[in-house]
């Protein structure tokens, strides 16, 4: 096959498995822990749509056609002429819609801001996409859904499950060789997980019988379940995960606590004041800093404060285009229900199906789509938190104030160290009219990094754009579903043919940029038009719209594929920093070569899958995104290993110039380098701000500082 | 005809020699300090960028395979006809293989004689690898012809001074780190910045050495192989060049027509020649966990930024750790140990007891770990023999007794005994120095028990602190770790059983007294000449001198002790010696050095200088000593 075409390499999707990835997004947390990820999800409502120009203008017509598609979908067929894509796209969104049987009645939307429904769950009107008891539809010691995996079926060919995807149901016959090659991973060895959670291996919980009393008065819905604690004790980083399939953390929360609004959670910070409890908030779970981690030595009762059931949009305002929300609702089901009345935030990490508000919030989100609609701090209008020491608030929501340094900069990034984030006042736009993918081919890495700069300095980024690098983007060909008929394969060596032969692109240089364009269709063309030139200059080749769809939507399946490669050895992650643009090449270069020696010197049998791509840019720098895989067989330690290699090379992302985070945070598994970030001052600053609001450390979870 | 397909770094993209010219003059950094100089002096840029363009062109190397081949072609000739053979480390060649193919490699050769580069780019294409460019000095542009045939086969040229023409430095930096980042050809120079003249390894200049070290700071490059070489010659060919220069006859300018009277060496033997390629060493393993990374972070990378103390420091660590390493790797002849010998046993030595002696100071050097180059499948008397042989200019077996040549001028110019008689000890000298860099932590130890009379370890070691410190011109010390270097001595003496050494004390043994004996008189010359030049500064009257007057006055000072036989340190007349010694009296404060319209002065510090005299008569002052570790 021709890997540029087909699939998705390019795009975003690139890589690995990790989770951490910007892409898929599943978890996070709001908890204020960290979150991961950037960019965004594919599969929003909008895309959802099946024509090209996708997006209709008049919200219920839209929704309406979708749901006709789910429909449509779910009656198994499709216009036959379109490609299955078109299908799965559809089907994907009914799915993210919900049934229309479960959406909630349009009038309930609006509530009066502070109004809280009484506690029990019955009585929730707002359905998730994510049940209160996640078990039920997300995996316990993976990444996502469980009707959603990787597997080799039983030709020996990849296959992934479900229905969820636009790669859901597809054959991808050229995983395997993929993994045996670059990987060294062979199907003959397998290691399972452990099959179902033990829950006699499960710390006991330890929860005081007078706080029990004072919480069952408040009638606040609580849990204190194995599984419930066990759910809430990890976020998504690898030794995370590896502890589910094979171990148990040593310390979990003892008692999980649903508050459903914002006086709810005023009344839980009470209680844990009053007996002296740790509060760690949990948002969507999909931290990637070991920031939801339970500190082993906690001896309070830990008390995990899942926002998930403040989840509703508590009114719009069509004048200021500012939604307000409370801050435990998940990015699919924001996008889903803002789209109902015509509206986004524009706000898609990769996490987007499974983080939440208040998570973003929490850790300084970014999302993919960031040059339209900036990252979370250009969205946020408005904060409430509520703190050991009370509820701290702006008493108006305006778009800018002088009154001395900006409070919210002391809630955005303090990942659950100062309390819980409860609502939030967030800029919404109208649905964009027109919405277009695109890609284009570099014959190298270094002049596509030399086309974003341009493309950066002009200020005329579409909405998102990504530069793979050429391992990414040989990956994403091993993603490549299978060819539905001759004349794809025939077109698709034409393609190849060009490039590589009547262009002279050298398969093993080559690299391919992503796009993705946003807003009324004269402007999106005449946009286009001026990117596409721009790349002519670097020696860019156009290289279809099918291509650069492909790679966004890849972004959300890849994280699955962590969880496959640790059945045949194979572990990974993904970590990300931001650096000055004339360190961009020099650093991309220098920690990917810094992974394979460090690889190399810890007895790493194969060589590692080290690659990387450009995924945000900006006037004075961009984001850089890593994924790093390895083949652990023959070592006895992988995750110690692994840790080590991770640790060199945040190492070489700052001897390079470039920051300790873009957007994952800092958590526990970075704390080591705060002081060297930000000076002895400013640790002090941030120390002594928790200590005032925080004196007890009642919210514990020990991150950040 | 022979094929050369050089393996090639692994990012390199092919480009001209003009290409590089072009891409040094629009870089940044260049561009930077044009505009600068134009803002500050009020020129147009124009006008700076011909000057910068001129620059360029008189440095610029041409590497050009044409040039390569004739030169290859000529050498070959030449060095069969000189040398006997040339021996190199093929394990070496094979590290070196893989270092180009990795990253940017710097090679480091000793320097020791013209031939070295030639040599050394002529042993590369005949391994098919990739040509150095190599950083010579502009002296040899002054010659005709070969200054471009240089050029064409790799050369560019550095003046020798340019610290302060930032025009300069700019377009040099640059130029160099242009050919490393992009991997276009290994770099060499030489870390001791000239040919040493007495065969010992001279102390490192850092400047060209910071400049390959920077991309790497800057995270340009993901690392940078340091390859020291050590080139060993039996015979040196400028070996009576030298002598006279240090004795203060003029060196001759390089020309072309000096070159082909050197034609006359043609027929000469100059024995063979030992190459030895030290392994890689990685920059970025050296600098791990040493740099802070901050400095280069908060600076725009192309602005030219001056080095911090930490980097300072560290590219003084680099460069003696690389000289040590040429010094470990250098191969020594059985020549160096003859002349050695011959030297303490002046002015005439039985042969049967040279070579006993020699044999003797074999086995002692291999014990210290000397890198022995020993033909066992000649008897000793018949190595001996040979080298005497090969060396027949400077000694003669007459009636079975080994003397020093009166070695003369070749105009027959009647010269001063003394004249003579220096120009021999010298020449003699150079290859006993050799020995001295292997040597001279065991002897400094065998010294200063000399000079203590004590078998206190704690004011020995004292002793040979200050005598470390003093000789620190003189010889290659890496920075800082006395104790160590003591240590090391100790443990070498040890192991020779010379000396016992217990918690407190240490004891010579009765079998080591003769060698700690000849130890200590290995260095006697240098002991004696800085004493000599002590004593000549506290006559001296003027107010302030400059170095030359330095020079002069010492060497009829040291003429007149010579002539009425008051001393037998010929080795005083050496300009080098003279040298280090000021520069070791400025570094003890002993003399002050300062800055006029017209070079340096020196005044000296009377009070200071009879403090160190006195040392050197033995007078160890009781200094508080870190005793604690010992």
Redesign the interface.
Known sequence: GVPWTGTGCRGGGGALPRHRCEGRGPVSAGGWAAKRGMPGVPISARSASPSPSRVTSHPAAQRGSAMAAAAEAAAGGGPGSQPAAQRRLRIISGHLRGSPASRAPEAERLLSPSQCRAGGEAERPVASTIPKKRQEILKWNGWGYNDSKFIFNKKGQAEFTGKRYRLSGMVLPVLKEWMEKSLGASLEHKITSRAFLNTSDVPPSIVNEEFLQDLRATKISYSQEAEDRVFRAHGHCLHEIFVLREGMFKRIPDIVVWPGCHDDVVKIVELACKHNLCIIPFGGGTSVSSALECPADERRTIVSLDTSQMNRILWIDEKNLTAHIEAGIIGQDLERQLGESGYCTGHEPDSMEFSSLGGWVATRASGMKKNIYGNIEDLVVHIKMVTPRGVIEKSCQVPRMSTGPDIHHFIMGSEGTLGVVTEVTIKIRPIPEYQKYGSVVFPNFDRGVACLREIAKQRCAPASIRLVDNAQFQFGHALKPQVASIFTSFLDGLKKFYITKFKGFDPNELCVATLLFEGDREKVLQHEKQVYDIAAKFGGLAAGEDNGQRGYMLTFVIAYLRDLGLDYYVIGESFETSVPWDRVIDLCRNVKERIVRECKEKGVQFAPFSTCRVTQTYDAGACVYFYFAFNYRGISDPIHVYEQIETAAREEILANGGSLSHHHGVGKLRKQWMKESISDVGLGMLKSVKEYVDPNNIFGNRNLL | MKCYTPVIYKGLSACKPSAIKNSVLQSEQVQYVIKQLSKEMGESTDIIQEEAIEILDEMGHNLHIGAIRFFAFSLSKIFKRIFQRVCVNEEGIQKLQQAIQEHPVVLLPSHRSYIDFLMLSYLLYTHDLALPVIAAGMDFLGMKIVGELLRRSGAFFMRRTFGGNRLYWAVFAEYVKTMLRNGYAPIEFFLEGTRSRTAKTLTPKFGLLSIVMEPFFK??V?DTYLVPISISYERILEESLYAYELLGVPKPKESTSGLLKARKILSDNFGSIHVYFGQPVSLRTLASGRIN??P??LV??HLPQRLSEEIQEFVTDVAYKMELLQIENMVLSPWVLIASVLLQNLPAIDFELLVEKTLWLKGLTQAFGGFLEWPDNLCANKAVTSSLALHSNIVSLVNGQVVLNDVGMEDGATEELVFKQALSILMCGAYRNQLLNVFVRPSLVAVALQMTQSFRKEEIYSCFNFLRDIFSDEFIFFPGIALKDFEEGCFLLTKCDVIQVTPQEILVTERGNSVAVFLAALFRPFMEGYQIISRYLSKETKEAFTEKQFILGIRNFAFQLLEIGSTQCYEVLSSDLQKNALATFVRLDVVKKMKTTNGFTYTINKEALSKTAEMFDSQIPIRKLVTARL
């Open positions: 995270r340009e993901f990374r901050c280069y972070n725009p990378r």
